[in-house]
T-cell receptor, first 117, second 116 residues
Framework: AQTVTQSQPEMSVQEAETVTLSCTYDTSESDYYLFWYKQPPSRQMILVIR??????QNATENRFSVNFQKAAKSFSLKISDSQLGDAAMYFC??????????????FGTGTLLAVQP | DGGITQSPKYLFRKEGQNVTLSCEQN?????MYWYRQDPGQGLRLIYY???????QKGDIAEGYSVSREKKESFPLTVTSAQKNPTAFYLC???????????????FGPGTRLTVL
């Protein structure tokens, strides 16, 4: 079974600085998708960024980028120029590309990011 | 605007009572999901449905039931058999994976259930 591990329960960053959130996963599959979701205090889950395992190029969305290391099964999220609105719980998630039509997401336990003014 | 709505936002239940959480989407998505969120445990899948009139158990289905009579609606019933129902419940929807490989899940705003 696949698992997702986020080893940093809490992180803190100064406004305008850069922070990296860690995520590792375990799978025997070669094709899959990885996601970072943000959950602000409103508790609405928002997709931040996605990565297809078959793509070597790291995904980027404005100030958010990932460092995808397939061999190491690592998928870290880098937030550049941190803003107060980035303060939230961040979840890493895995989805298999196999196994029928199930679009099941497997989530890590989350990292709570605080942004200091 | 298209989206997913969940109601109510807060729900209180007495022990031994069944309660139903509503989830409606107007995104024309075929697939819908229910997750439970507990502190320190991330999100866990309760039930999912890929198409109307069909649904499957997720990882923690015991004590829950669902129905999928309409494409737009996927209500979740928390029964008295659920031993620890106090949690935050999130509903999500997506286009089936076979249609679009890059599809993501869109989430509703959630329902906080508290058992008194």
């Amino acid at each position: 079974a696949q698992t997702v591990t986020q080893s940093q329960p809490e992180m803190s960053v100064q406004e305008a600085e850069t922070v990296t959130l860690s995520c590792t996963y375990d799978t025997s599959e070669s094709d899959y998708y990885l996601f970072w979701y943000k959950q602000p205090p409103s508790r609405q889950m928002i997709l931040v960024i996605r990565q297809e395992a078959y793509k070597q190029q790291n995904a980027t969305e404005n100030r958010f980028s990932v460092n995808f290391q397939k061999a190491a099964k690592s998928f870290s999220l880098k937030i550049s120029d941190s803003q107060l609105g980035d303060a939230a719980m961040y979840f890493c998630a895995y989805r298999s590309a196999y196994g029928g039509a199930t679009n099941k997401l497997i989530f890590g336990t989350g990292t709570l990011l605080a942004v200091q003014p | 605007d298209g989206g997913i709505t969940q109601s109510p936002k807060y729900l209180f239940r007495k022990e031994g009572q069944n309660v139903t959480l509503s989830c409606e989407q107007n995104l024309n998505h075929d697939a819908m999901y229910w997750y439970r969120q507990d502190p320190g445990q991330g999100l866990r899948l309760i039930y999912y449905s890929q198409i109307v009139n069909d649904f499957q158990k997720g990882d923690i289905a015991e004590g829950y039931s669902v129905s999928r009579e309409k494409k737009e609606s996927f209500p979740l019933t928390v029964t008295s058999a659920q031993k620890n129902p106090t949690a935050f419940y999130l509903c999500a929807s997506s286009i089936p994976r076979t249609t679009a490989q890059r599809n993501e899940q869109f989430f509703g705003p959630g329902t906080r259930l508290t058992v008194l």
